[in-house]
């Protein structure tokens, strides 16, 4: 854990190349240009060549959320007309679903027939939905209560450490299946609202520490001195020292809420049978699976692991690129 | 030390009861409940739902359901009721204990609404298949875990490594279930069938689990019912072990790669101290101080592991019954499981902690 981070002043990484632009050729000195913290960490995370990948997998899946359903051959709520036989194979069963073809790559599903690759693109769109969603909402409960919890202290720092140890204490794939049915309906904001109750523990935790350390720091007492109000210190001098971490941090945590989401609409806890999701198109193929239907619980997960790998790879990029201390 | 370990005790009280407030609340806020299966029976009158209700106390206000779990609040004055039931023997002499069946803190979880059971013994005759499956798998990942992790440290940057570290990143974004099934899929479904799709024994030839006539089979037939639960402890247990091996490995290679760099090592290096003896007399002792650490805090997750694996191979645990009972609001059930899997988290993190000091003279607890 990044905790003990020592504050960065723009322009003051030693390690900085010498960047040369303008053209000039003498006065190599004076062209020094300072580079702000996220320039850094952008040519840190450039070099990062695994983390390009994973933002690059993260994106052309995110691409593919927004546009895909326009594109697939198929309406997701469109039913195709039953058939009896897959083509070209008159001992099969239509209602198992077909493999892979040339028509349908992905295959088609057991029962309604539906085309794999156009339930799993339509997927796509609730599934990122519910892990940005939740992970960002969650972050910013955490930033909130960690940071009045580490900047203040006090009787206000016990009480809402006291609430986040019992939160923390909570065996929480449990209370997600529990609260997720018993208060979700379906719906897929009420999902996002459960994970985001329930994931923001940790991250205040690593808010409160990073603010309680920076709060000692020389630079915030010297802002303190010249008369600096508490607003100011905390939005100005503590924030931007603390938000990369939280980042990192909120990164890593799409990829468990995307699961966790998949495993608990799976089970029928979560978003309505109806919409779209990973979860629910992996719900519907298990019954198919003792008849060799392997294609439609396939794909669906494919896509989960996929975008999982994704932002881990992207996360640890991150996490490299945002520590000052990392060397490039 | 003990001093330290009576005040964690006592630290987990609070703990432990804020938990299961938070989840009565929600559990008993909920829309539904046990009740929602009566709507679409109408032979059932309003009058026979209400007997239902009184019956199971649901018509009490929430903190006084609450109380009433809990067993401070009850037919008995406060006091008595506040103490726990049970007998205890002082000398020879045994002395009854007021209290007995009526809440949480006497020892008593109450009733199963779906079938009227006690919730204990719901629990006991479910915990053993979760012991199974969870302490097999639990063996195997750590074994497995352990040599992987020190191999790769100990021959860092070999083909070996990094292949480890391919697998632990596939495993680490593999979601479980999915991974289930998918196995399910590849060597339990045609064509292969190698496995049983899911269930803890074969229906046809072997009595159901648990009972008198499978342990006499047991007894008359060791091996065959050996193999049979083994047969169906394949998949599941591949699960698990695949998905846990991802971070141990790497906590385990990480701790060893520090523990390599530490002065002490190249100290015995530079003494001509033989290589296997700096390994696992020097490096891996120490190394081994997280990694007890982490073991104990692994534990709760068997749990969490046990929801997913029992779920997807009819597995007929603990976490299959969590999934069962949360499907029909049945609130004792689901109050007992999750009290007893939030004090394996509590007791896990203390245990670890306990761990951590005993195994490094390094660490004080006062």
Same mark, same amino acid.
């Given at each position: +854990? ?17 960047? +040369? ?51 697939? %051959? ?9 058939? &009896?036989?897959? %083509? ?10 077909? %493999? ?60 809402? +450490? ?124 298990? &019954? ?25 790879? +992207? ?14 | ?8 005790? !006592?630290?987990?009280?609070?703990? !432990? ?9 929600? !559990? ?10 009566? *709507? ?8 026979? $739902?209400?007997a239902f209700k009184h019956r199971w106390g649901l018509d009490d206000p929430i ?6 779990? /809990? ?13 726990? =039931? =049970?007998? $205890? ?13 009526? =809440? ?22 479910r915990f053993l298949p979760t012991f199974i499956l969870a302490t097999t798998a639990?063996?195997?990942? $750590? ?85 049979? !639960?083994?047969?169906?402890?394949? /998949? ?5 072990? /695949?998905? @846990? ?31 296997? *003896? ?15 650490? @982490?073991? =104990? $805090? #692994? ?10 694996? #029992? ?15 949360? #499907? ?20 896990? @993190? ?17």
């Amino acid at each position: +854990m990044t905790m003990n981070q020592s504050p960065r002043l723009p322009g003051s990484d030693r390690h900085l190349p010498v960047p +040369m632009h303008g053209g000039g050729t003498e006065d190599f000195e004076v062209s020094l240009v300072s580079l702000n913290q996220w320039q850094i960490a952008w040519r840190r995370f450039r070099r990062h060549k695994l983390a390009v990948f994973g933002s690059i997998l993260f994106l052309t899946i995110c691409a593919i959320a927004v546009v895909g359903p326009f594109i697939v %051959p198929f309406n997701f709520y469109e039913l195709p007309a039953p058939i &009896a036989h897959c %083509p070209g194979d008159p001992k099969s069963l239509g209602s198992n679903g077909c %493999p892979p073809s040339l028509e349908h790559p992905f295959g088609t599903t057991g029962g309604l027939g539906r085309d794999v690759l156009t339930v799993v693109v339509n997927g796509a769109r609730l599934s990122l939905v519910i892990g940005v969603g939740a992970s960002v909402f969650a972050a910013i409960i955490g930033a909130i209560v960690g940071g009045l919890a580490g900047y203040f202290g006090g009787w206000l720092d016990n009480l809402l +450490m006291r609430v986040v140890d019992v939160l923390l204490s909570l065996p929480i794939l449990f209370v997600i299946l529990v609260v997720s049915k018993f208060l979700g309906g379906g719906s897929w904001i009420s999902i996002v609202f459960v994970f985001a109750a329930l994931g923001w523990p940790s991250l205040a935790r690593l808010v409160r520490s990073l603010f309680l350390t920076l709060r000692s720091e020389v630079f915030v007492e010297a802002a303190r001195a010249v008369g600096v109000g508490n607003r100011r210190i905390i939005f100005r001098h503590i924030l931007p020292n603390a938000v990369s971490p939280l980042i990192v941090a909120t990164t890593l945590s799409i990829a468990g809420v995307i699961v966790t989401e998949a495993f608990v609409s799976f089970l029928g806890f979560g978003v309505d049978a109806t919409q779209p999701t990973w979860g629910n198109a992996l719900s519907g193929a298990v &019954a198919f699976i003792p008849n060799g239907n392997w294609w439609w619980p396939a794909f669906p997960g494919l896509a989960i692991v996929l975008t999982v790998l994704g932002i881990n790879f +992207m996360g640890d990029g991150l996490r490299d690129a945002l520590d000052p201390r990392s060397k490039f | 030390m003990a001093k330290y370990i009576v005040r964690r005790l !006592l630290q987990a009280i609070p703990v !432990l009861l804020g938990i299961s407030f938070v989840i009565y609340f929600i !559990l008993l806020i909920a829309p539904g409940g046990p009740l929602g299966r009566f *709507t679409q029976n109408p032979k059932i009158t309003a009058e026979q $739902i209400q007997a239902f209700k009184h019956r199971w106390g649901l018509d009490d206000p929430i903190p006084v359901q609450y109380c009433k779990w /809990l067993g401070v609040c009850g037919d008995k004055p406060f006091l008595v009721n506040a103490l726990p =039931g =049970g007998t $205890i023997s002082v000398a020879g002499l045994t002395v009854e204990l007021p209290g007995g069946d009526n =809440g949480v803190l006497h020892g008593d979880l109450g009733y199963s609404i779906i079938d009227g059971r006690l919730v204990t013994d719901v629990i006991t005759s479910r915990f053993l298949p979760t012991f199974i499956l969870a302490t097999t798998a639990y063996v195997i990942w $750590i074994t497995v875990a352990f040599v992987a992790g020190v191999y790769a440290a100990v021959k860092r940057y070999s083909l070996f490594d990094s292949a480890l570290t391919i697998v632990n990143y596939v495993g680490y974004s593999l979601p479980t279930f999915w991974l289930g099934i998918m196995l399910i899929s590849l060597f339990a479904a045609p064509p292969l069938r190698w496995f049983p799709v899911g269930g803890m024994w074969t229906t046809r030839t072997v009595p159901t689990f648990g009972t008198d006539a499978y342990w006499k089979f047991f007894g008359s037939q060791p091996i065959s019912a050996l193999y049979d !639960l083994g047969t169906h402890l394949v /998949l599941p247990v591949f699960t698990l072990v /695949l998905v @846990n091996i991802a971070f141990d490995s790497r906590f385990i290679r990480a701790s060893m790669l520090d523990s390599l760099n530490q002065d002490f090592v190249k100290t015995a290096r530079a003494k001509g101290v033989p290589e296997r *003896t700096v390994i696992f007399k020097h490096a891996l002792r120490n190394a081994l101080l997280p990694v007890v650490t @982490n073991i =104990g $805090i #692994e534990i709760p997750f068997l749990f969490t592991g046990a929801i997913v694996t #029992e779920t997807i191979f009819s597995w007929p645990g603990m976490g299959r019954q969590f999934i069962l009972a949360t #499907e029909s609001f049945d609130y004792p059930v689901l109050m007992g499981i999750l009290l007893i899997a939030s004090m394996t988290v509590v007791l896990a @993190n203390l245990a670890a902690d306990i761990a951590y000091a005993l195994v490094d003279p390094r660490v004080h607890y006062d």
